[in-house]
């Protein structure tokens, strides 16, 4: 009973800092819902340029590859690796939700330094690369915690619930609270590394315009990189550990 009071209470104050807001911010009114309107719009652009890419590159395969093509094998090959290596030989069936996950986040992080948004002129508030917004990371995290769920039941039905009596049924309260933490780690972790990121270019390019912030917009393409890979794996790994009964 403790446990589920404890679980309870760590939904009502996520739900709390949900309504907090830091700056202006952009909204949409559609019927009696308030949409976000900044982290929508930048998420279209983000999702018509992978949309784009992808038709352009198979709409007409070539016998001898283009470049285009070489580089979205090499892409399904590089996620098909991770897939494989985080969940096992059933990976084939994740692909298409780790490869998603992965180059939405990349294809995010990557529009912050190179998109120019903040040319864009809105009523309140700017436009910024989507994963710069807690509501998207959050999002995110939540899809890969129904995706492990989704995992671990489906291949074991109930008796997926048994590991959280395991090894000892002691253990019971830090595994329930491991699989809140699980998200919540996602979430915060990439949403701090792509805040400070684009905080610290904006400030070194409001006090050193010219030559500096260059190499750490360079370091910023690279860490964002990461960033995706890390969560791509981490959700992989998640994916893994729900149909293997693992830690």
């Known amino acids: 009973m403790n446990v589920l ?9 996520l739900y709390d800092i ?10 949409w009114q559609i019927g009696g819902f308030q949409v976000h309107a900044q982290v929508l719009i930048t998420s279209w652009v983000v999702i018509a340029i992978l949309l784009v890419s992808a038709i352009l590159v198979v709409r007409n395969p070539q016998t001898i590859p283009t470049f285009g093509q070489n580089f979205f094998e090499y892409v399904l090959e590089f996620i098909r690796d991770v897939s494989k290596t985080q ?3 059933e990976y084939g069936p994740w692909v298409p939700f780790i490869g998603t996950m992965f180059l939405f986040i990349f294809v995010s992080n990557w529009s912050g330094a190179l998109l120019p948004w903040k040319i864009i002129q809105l009523p309140h508030g700017e436009l910024a690369a989507p994963t710069n917004d807690i509501n998207t990371t959050v999002a995110l995290a ?5 995706a492990y769920f989704y995992a671990g039941l489906s291949k ?48 070194l390019v409001s006090l050193v315009p010219l030559v500096v ?18 969560f ?16």
């Open 18 to 27: 949900s309504a907090v807001e830091v700056g202006q911010h952009f909204y």
């Open 232 to 247: 791509a794996t981490l959700a992989a790994a998640y994916i893994g550990e729900s149909m293997e009964g693992h830690h």
């Open 213 to 230: 912030p260059i190499p750490v917009m360079f370091l910023g393409l690279f860490t964002s990189g990461i960033q995706a890979l890390i």
């Open 142 to 146: 939540l899809l890969t915690s129904t």
């Open 5 to 13: 009071l404890c679980s309870i209470n760590t939904l009502k104050r």
């Open 87 to 89: 969940i096992g030989e």
């Open 156 to 203: 074991k039905g109930l008796a997926y619930f048994g590991k959280y009596i395991q090894p000892t049924p002691i253990l019971l309260p830090i595994n329930i609270l491991e699989d809140f933490t699980k998200p919540l780690s996602l979430s915060f972790r990439l949403f701090g590394n792509i805040l400070a990121d684009e905080l610290v270019v904006v400030v």
